[in-house]
């Protein structure tokens, strides 16, 4: 079976939309013990280190925002917010060590689900 991420970014190879923007790459994290503020904390200096992975443009990283509207969905923790130059940039962070040990090692021991979210940013800001 293909993972959705290597489908989306075949896709976007093979219609040209890799070379058209910015890719972001957005990762949202539920823990296993929702609310687990040293869990957290755990998250976020893990995730932290993530940024010095090559081809990383911007990192943004925070904390679910509670909202009242029925479409915001604030079940996740953590969520990270990637940016990279292209899908190449994104391609070669997935299978770099660090992030493989990292997400390994630290991440997955302390959440129960991970949801990630790629696309092309057309804005190109």
């Known amino acids: 079976m293909t993972h959705p991420r290597a489908l989306l970014l075949s896709l976007l190879l093979l219609t040209g939309a890799?070379?058209?923007?910015?890719?972001?790459?957005?990762?949202?994290?539920?823990?296993q013990q929702p609310g687990n503020s040293e869990q957290r904390q755990q998250l976020i200096a893990a995730s932290k280190t993530l940024r010095t992975?090559?081809?990383i443009q911007r990192l943004q990283l925070g904390e679910t925002l509670p909202g009242e509207r029925s479409i915001v969905d604030d079940s996740f923790d953590i969520a990270l917010v990637f940016?990279?130059?292209?899908?190449?940039s994104l391609?070669?962070?997935?299978?770099?060590p660090q992030h493989r040990r990292v997400v390994e090692q630290d991440i997955k021991p302390l959440v129960s689900r991970i949801r990630v979210h790629d696309f092309v940013d057309v804005m190109g800001d």
């Open 91 to 96: 391609r070669a962070y997935l299978t770099h």
């Open 53 to 55: 992975i090559p081809g």
């Open 83 to 88: 940016t990279f130059e292209d899908a190449a």
């Open 18 to 31: 890799a070379n058209a923007g910015p890719v972001v790459h957005i990762v949202l994290l539920w823990l």
